[in-house]
């Protein structure tokens, strides 16, 4: 099934920077990063549940605990690459983006539709690709156990990625567990860049797959929380991930 | 997604005055509700570092953070009252000297009923007001507008002077402005005084408000005006108070061009419910020589909606202003809008486009304004602004009460700081009070020349 980190952390985890400087561990103390990687393959249900095509539709919340703000989240997924983020917020109305296997867009209602470019672009297409359920070494030029870290008083391995795109990220292993904790990214957005932190916790078995269900982001000083309730595969038709008409519209004419 | 809701940050109008703003006293409805001293050192040092932790200059401009608390701290042990607390807590927040810091009180901030679109029905337990704008002219608090309600129908008309507002006479403000050893200090001092007499003219629906006004002949005119539903709906976010909100949009003939015409689009706030309807008005105007936004009460609101407003009117995208936090830097950037309200492809707008500013302009009026005339896009028509312009955030207290802080410097796309210095015009046009007596608006009028090809580009 499709399902893997890619349909939980789509509009929750952009790619990254790296991290917060590590501990100072010498190089030959730390586990090579295919050996991490492995281990969480092996955490979250294996390589094969983990490239397993399936449509996924993940309903949740999302939340900015300290602006009070709290919402409904779907995330749709398709078989091909496809996804369709919704986050509703009363007084800020819907927040969607997605991505067609071709085109990556984006619709709020402050920066209206649009057409992703760019690193955005790059970050949500690598995203979308399968292999990154397993972290295939053919998405990166460099993959890399960089050093040790905590995440709320969790230790894990730091692993950095450049991505064939150019851009780099880090994700942070749990040493108990073997599963991904964390991760640091840089967000592109024709705002500018943001830094983001996200811990990952609450791991939950959905269908093959061990997934965490609560994300916290923190980005600008402000803390996002996304937090699934549910998850089912083999739902979603392809209708639902069809991009709104505006984005039609403008994917019409050439972007 | 995440920038987009990163910039909800907002800029919130209706808290948006400094904590020593010369406001009028009585307005408050707060009972003095007991509070342990426990709970209230608990709250202050949650205020405080919570601004501690996020206030965007780690060295707090030369100003004393760390002694601040230690100085206040001891107050905030003794006092016996919620309202005592948020004394302290208001002193404490006054001594950055900056807008977009508040204690908003509990029961301000608590929703009732909201709906998805953020609309609270607040029934009878909404507030009131007359139906009056304020605005300071040649010294004298007066009428600017009268809109449709209890003050039309009692006969009150633009150009009357107010003597009285309930218990509160004009005199002690008129002090305070007559006062003003600066231009800056002027403004400032117009802008609280009247958002003091707006706060005294707003309570429960039904109320009455008595007023005291000099009619144009010079008579003294003395009213009961019933309170009745704010205009617009509720909009409520996050832990803001909930705020009316409306928009409205007209198409007018333009002067000395037959056949041609002028839009005047007026909103009130700053809500992203708005966001919609905004865009249908321009879509609706896009056949007109030029389009007047009329921002002028505007207090603020969400900043980040100044994206997709702007997108209106520019072909490519364009820098509007940057904020600037310990975290990092964002841009506020029009967002070009490629796709009309119908789903069909649009071109920007490229009439002629004037913003109509006064000292009531606040927060994302004046980023809105400063980005547009910083690109030249617009033409600004009215008075200065008052220069209360950073991107603030809430977070709720142990006490039930929710800070308003400021977590980001914001500067225009020219590196100028709004805050403390405001959004000067390119055209300054005052407002006269024969012009309101003769129900003339000047300003609107000047725009309305130049937006239907009138003076130059």
Not at chain 2, 6 to 27: F, K, Q, R, Y
Not at chain 2, 162 to 169: D, I
Request: aromatic share 6%; net charge negative; with cysteine.
């Amino acid at each position: 099934m499709k399902m893997s980190f890619r349909s939980l952390r789509h509009g929750a985890v952009a790619l990254t920077a790296l991290a917060a400087l590590p501990a100072v561990v010498s190089a030959q103390d730390l586990p090579p990063a295919e050996e991490v990687i492995d281990r969480y393959v092996e955490a979250i249900g294996g390589r094969d549940a983990a490239l397993q095509s399936m449509s996924a539709r993940t309903v949740g919340s999302f939340s900015m605990p300290a602006m009070g703000v709290t919402g409904d989240l779907t995330v749709l997924t398709g078989e091909d690459g496809q996804m369709y983020t919704s986050v509703t917020i009363p007084g800020m109305g819907e927040m969607r983006s997605g991505y067609t296997g071709e085109v990556g867009w984006s619709v709020d209602p402050l920066t209206g539709p649009r057409l992703l470019d760019g690193a955005e672009l790059d970050a949500m297409r690598e995203q979308a690709d399968d292999r990154y359920a397993v972290r295939d070494p053919a998405l990166f030029t460099s993959v890399t156990t960089v050093g040790e870290n905590e995440y709320d008083g969790e230790a894990c391995w730091e692993v950095a990625y450049v991505w064939v795109s150019g851009r780099e990220s880090s994700e942070c292993f749990s040493k108990e567990t073997g599963l991904l904790i964390a991760s640091t990214s840089t967000q592109e957005s024709p705002m500018g860049s943001v830094d983001v932190v996200t811990r990952m916790s609450d791991y939950q078995q959905f269908g093959d797959l061990f997934l965490p269900t609560t994300m916290r982001q923190s980005a600008m000083g402000q803390e996002q929380v996304m937090t699934i309730e549910s998850v089912e595969f083999g739902t979603v038709d392809a209708s639902d991930l069809e991009p709104p008409a505006a984005i039609l519209t403008l994917i019409n004419s050439g972007g | 997604m995440l920038a987009a809701t990163t910039l909800l940050a907002g800029c919130g109008g209706a808290v948006s005055a400094p904590a020593d703003a010369p406001t009028p006293s009585g307005t408050s409805s707060e009972t003095s509700r007991p509070i342990s001293t426990e709970l209230a050192l608990q709250t202050f040092d949650s205020a405080w570092s919570r601004i501690n932790a996020s206030y965007y200059d780690p060295d707090f401009r030369g100003i004393d953070w760390p002694g601040i608390r230690d100085e206040l701290r001891p107050r905030a042990a003794e006092v016996s009252t919620r309202e005592e607390l948020r004394t302290v807590l208001r002193d404490m927040l006054s001594r950055l000297g900056e807008s977009h810091f508040a204690i908003l009180p509990e029961e301000s901030v608590r929703a009732i009923s909201i709906d998805d679109d953020g609309v609270e029905d607040l029934g009878d337990a909404g507030p009131g007001d007359v139906g009056l704008d304020l605005r300071w002219v040649d010294g004298r608090l007066m009428v600017f507008k009268v809109r449709e309600g209890p003050a039309g129908d009692a006969g009150v008309s633009a150009g009357w002077t107010v003597a009285a507002v309930g218990e509160q006479s004009t005199g002690r403000w008129e002090e305070i402005v007559a006062d003003a050893d600066s231009e800056r200090a002027r403004i400032t001092a117009e802008t609280q005084t009247v958002q003091g007499a707006i706060s005294l003219m707003t309570g429960p629906v039904g109320s009455e408000v008595p007023m005291t006004l000099v009619d144009g002949e010079g008579d003294t005119v003395s009213v009961s005006l019933p309170r009745q539903p704010v205009r617009g709906q509720m909009v409520r976010f996050g832990q803001l108070p909930a705020m009316a909100s409306w928009l409205e949009w007209e198409r007018i003939p333009a002067p000395g061009q037959p056949g041609a015409c002028v839009g005047v689009i007026e909103f009130n706030i700053w809500m992203v419910p708005l966001v919609a309807p905004f865009n249908q008005a321009v879509d609706a105007l896009d056949d007109c020589m030029g389009i007047v936004i009329d921002l002028r009460g505007n207090p603020g609101g969400v900043g980040g909606m100044v994206m997709s407003t702007a997108g209106s009117f520019f072909a490519e995208r364009a820098d509007l202003g940057t904020l600037k936090s310990r975290a990092g830097e964002l841009n506020f950037v029009a967002m070009p809008r490629g796709v009309d309200t119908e789903g069909a492809l649009r071109d920007a707008f490229d009439g002629r486009l004037a913003v109509l500013i006064d000292e009531m302009s606040m927060s994302t009026s004046e980023i809105f304004a400063a980005g547009l005339k910083s690109t030249g896009r617009a033409r600004l028509f009215g008075s200065t602004t008052p220069g209360y312009a950073l991107p603030a955030a809430t977070l709720p207290l142990p006490s039930g009460d929710v800070l308003y802080h400021v977590i980001s410097n914001l500067t225009d796309p020219e590196g100028r700081r709004i805050e403390g210095s405001g959004v000067a015009p390119d055209v300054e046009v005052g407002v006269r009070r024969e012009a309101l007596l003769s129900g003339v608006d000047e300003a609107l009028d000047a725009a309305i020349v130049w937006a239907a090809g009138g003076g130059g580009r």
